[in-house]
């Protein structure tokens, strides 16, 4: 990293600019350890390629996802250009499946940033000042980790209304308790590093303790714990909207497509099989692209 | 000294690290024997490979670490390459050994007694309660005070002191030959350390078992051991009896080591450190391995590996691997 | 030693108290109090180290930190310069922190291993905001790293790259950045290797000459005390049992745990003795109960029935001004 080598003495006069040290940081590290597991390569790339697809829907395909035309109900795979065929309403299935990626992922992603956020905010403030702040939250974490997942969501869809930032806010504050009852165990055991010790001999405030003591050091936690708690979102997603609960439609989305495709399900198998193909590949990419980051950021692997 | 009378040799044992920069030396080239009844101390700084050592002889290197050279003879029976079962059978009754953390190597559900019980019983044709009785002369050999209620305690409600005697109580249960010590006294306070290293002797004495004392302490080393082998990065670097090791030490390594304990006589302003700090593993110098530190260090130390010589005739058994020893 | 006795003191500690209360909840049964550190009083000159030695649990360590208040004490006063350390807050008790700084015992959890050198060392002079811009700090940066002795090009590397004594170092330029007056160390060599711990307690020493610091000393290692000291004293379950200067400690010791912790240490040269005996029997008594009267009495080789009845004051003993002990078998 630095071009010109200084003779550095130590305090007896002696050289030790040749003691050996390797150069490299955490997540340079952990990079060099992912880029190894195949599987989670693999399922990094397939995430990526389905955001792409979601952002460039528009350039990907022709069609229009909303538009109906009744002449061309129900077509099968491959007729008139339609690759995945067409639904009830003449609209093409692969145009749909693309457009409902914007639904699922960004549910998928936005739901676990809102539950990062209040997860750690909740988890630090329980194990870092303890006492009675510990005991309140403790509670709420253990109410919400009691309460029926998909019920719960449900009522709350019923009261807020159906909507997309509804379903953000709503699949947020369903999982923030998780996040939070590891963020607080993370805490309590990093309370008692001597760094911390320091930053308060040092005259620091919590706050400082907090966001830049505590906070990089539960990142990777977050990450990993968020990165698993997305596909169980998408899959709330997909069940809501299957009831009618998730977006409005028209909008596309996976679990509104299975909904309509119900009916048709001994004519036209292909219909639910195409969306339920996507829910099933990117819960799976999310799943292992977790389990490989869980490896990749173990510091114990390290080295 | 012929090999009939030691009950313990190794020779020429090599262990390897298997890793993704090579195959790195942990111990390289070790010779070392042991007779009944001796205590063979085995010092150096953390990452010399002392407690890989130990390992070794209990037959617990596991990959990536494998031995790939060399034996390790133990009365006649080498147990490099002995089957699973015979290195079950020796472990545990002919040898054993007495960890650093005596809470990581004790079950945290079981009772005391339970466990030194269960570990006669799996050794020995006797019947529970013949084992139950020995269990308790055992506990109340290492010194324990009010034995019964020891005996029905379970390990998190005893100190560390009192768990490293239960510890060694449990190893010696079955009269081990050898015993291997691995830093017993590392945990424990000073006041503490010296009940159980007076403890060692005592049954040592008693039992004539021979041990292989493991530590960083030259103070406690000096006081346990008959022999002495002073390890660095991997090899012994000199081995002898403690009087010469430690009136006219020969290596600069182990010369340095005794210069660097702050003495509890005479005044020092300064204490005279080893410069420069242990070369890792994969980055090992081509000559002598403490070339990198040693203020004797001549062109031949940096091209050339020293053997473990003799270095006095008049007074054989003082082994030191350097080309310019001090004598 | 006489001289300084005429000055006024950099940091006087009177009565210092913490105890630790557990149970007594909802359920848990009955409340225990732990008195961790019962009663302590000392005072640190300027330029001097004072070692606090003792085995676990005797309390020097939650000493250190309760006079440094990372945990409060329950009671007792901590004059540091003059001021009141102990009853100061908010921006006042950041301000007289710039002048009592810690070294900490384990390399490896002293150091954010997400921060970069340069920032672990600069933390101090971050948080006082006693810069004015980037070059004074770099400045300030690169002086205290010159001063440990440690690479100005590892300055960009993070804690996990480094050896356990150089990370020592870089918890020390930490705590010299800004010049403070007392540092307290908690054991800064026990975690290191022998041949280390000699560099960084030289190091140590030369710090003290150039800047004239006073440090507390918390250590168990005898040898290590013997080597840094001006004065020591020595703890036993929470209570001060002897005091004096590291002659009177070493040399006449008066206590008989002094005696039996100084007789404990393992030393090359000193033969194990034909009648091979053990000098003390028992375990260190749980500070969660200790004993009656005299808290060493039930280990003590010349107990009498008065000690386990009456707790020894810490009297000035041999007629040396400064020596103190505790203990009512000594005439």
Known sequence: ?303 | MSEKSELLVIKDLDVRLFTERGTLPVLDHINLSLKPGEILGIVGESGCGKSMLASAIMGLIDAPLKITGGEIVFEGVNLVNASKKTLQNLRGSAISMIFQEPMTSLNPIMTCGQQIVEAILAHEKVSRKEAVARAMDMIKSVGIPMPEKVFRSVPSQLSGGMRQRIMIAMALSLRPKLLICDEPTTALDVTVQAQILYLIRKLKKELNTAVVFISHDMGVISQMSDRVAVMYAGQVVELSDKKDIFTTPAHPYAIGLQAAIPKMDGEAESLEAIPGSVPMLYDLPAGCLFSTRCERCSMKCKTEKPELVDINEDNPGHLVRCFIPAI | MEHKTLAEPVLKVRNLKKYYYSGGGFLSGKKTCVKAVNDVSFELYKGETLAIVGESGCGKSTTAKSVIRITEPTEGSIMLDGRDFGKLKGEELKKARQNIKMIFQDPYSSLNPRMTVRDIIAEPIDIAGSWKDKEERERKILEACDMVGLNRDFLDRYPHEFSGGQRQRIGIARAIIEKPEVILCDEPVSALDVSIQAKVVNLLKELQKRLNISYIFISHDMGVVRHMADRVIVMYLGHVVEEGSKEDIFESPKHPYTKLLLESIPVIGKEVPEDDKELISGDIPSPANPPSGCCFHTRCPYATEECSKVMPELREVDGRPGHKAACVTIV
């Open chain 1, 1 to 303: 990293m630095t071009k010109t080598k200084l003779i550095q003495l130590d305090t007896l006069g002696r050289n030790i600019s040749e003691t050996k040290i390797q150069h490299s940081g955490y997540y340079y590290e952990s990079f060099r350890i992912f880029r190894k597991n195949k599987v989670a390569m693999l399922s990094l790339f397939v995430i990526i390629l389905m955001i792409f697809l979601a952002v460039a829907a528009p350039l990907v395909t022709g069609f229009d996802p909303d538009k109906q035309k009744l002449a061309e109900r129900l077509l099968s795979p491959g007729v008139k250009g339609h690759i995945f065929g067409t639904d009830e309403f003449g609209r093409d299935i692969f145009t749909r499946c693309i457009y409902g990626c914007r639904v699922s992922l960004s549910v998928g992603i936005i739901s676990q940033l809102i539950a990062s956020v209040i997860g750690y905010l909740m988890g630090v403030t329980a194990g870092y000042f303890g006492k009675k702040a510990d005991d309140i939250i403790s509670f709420f974490i253990q109410v919400f980790s009691s309460i029926p997942f998909l019920l719960f969501a449900m009522a709350l869809m019923y009261a807020l209304g159906s909507g997309l930032m509804n379903l953000y806010l709503s699949l947020g504050l369903l999982s923030w308790a998780n996040t939070a009852r590891l963020i607080r165990g993370q805490v309590l055991t990093l309370k008692q590093q001597e760094y911390i010790q320091a930053c308060i001999v040092n005259g620091g405030s919590s706050r400082r303790i907090i966001f830049k003591h505590l906070l990089p050091n539960c990142i990777p936690m977050l990450i990993i714990t968020n990165t698993l708690g997305i596909p169980s979102a998408i899959l709330t997603e997909a069940s809501l909207s299957f009831l009618g609960l998730g977006v409005p439609s028209p909008t596309a989305s996976w679990g509104s497509m299975i909904s309509g495709a119900q009916t048709f399900i001994r004519t036209n198998t292909y219909y639910s099989l195409f969306p339920g193909l996507f829910i099933i590949v990117s819960v799976m990419a999310f799943n292992m692209l977790g389990d490989g980051l869980r490896d990749a950021l173990d510091p114990k692997l390290h080295k």
